[in-house]
């Protein structure tokens, strides 16, 4: 009876797990988070360790065929504090959410960072 039930959690786990476009990613000091389903992304947020003046982040878009394109515009990030970790932060959201091709990758990218964290939409 045991192995049943956990035969049975497993196969629930497996079949509960479809694929989305939620993720996360870090390169460095900058953090990235998409949040969507499927191949639809409602949502992204970033965010680089510290804060700074001017720090401002676009989104970058990789098709599969490795072809690079801005997303977004520059944005102003915004200082956040919480406890003793300061960080800048920048979100986008898109009404209804914004769909890409399957493979496609996300990236973030901060003027002051060298860091590129990237998300990959898949189905």
């Not at 947020?45 to 690079?68: F, K, S």
């Not at 944005?75 to 493979?103: E, I």
Request: proline share 4%.
């Amino acid at each position: 009876m045991r192995k049943l039930i956990y035969m049975t959690a497993a196969g629930l786990v497996f079949i509960a797990a479809p694929a989305h476009a939620d993720a996360k990613a870090a390169d460095g000091k900058v953090g990235l988070s998409v949040y969507g389903k499927g191949l639809r992304v409602d949502g992204v947020g970033a965010h680089i360790d510290g804060h700074g003046t001017g720090v401002r982040a676009r989104l970058i878009t990789y098709t599969p065929q490795g072809y690079r394109s801005e997303l977004t515009g520059w944005k102003d990030a915004t200082p956040v504090t919480a406890a003793l970790t300061k960080m800048s932060m920048v979100s986008w959201k898109w009404k209804g959410g914004k769909r890409f091709p399957h493979n496609t990758q996300l990236c973030v990218e901060f003027n002051h960072a060298h860091g590129e964290p990237c998300a990959r939409i898949h189905k």
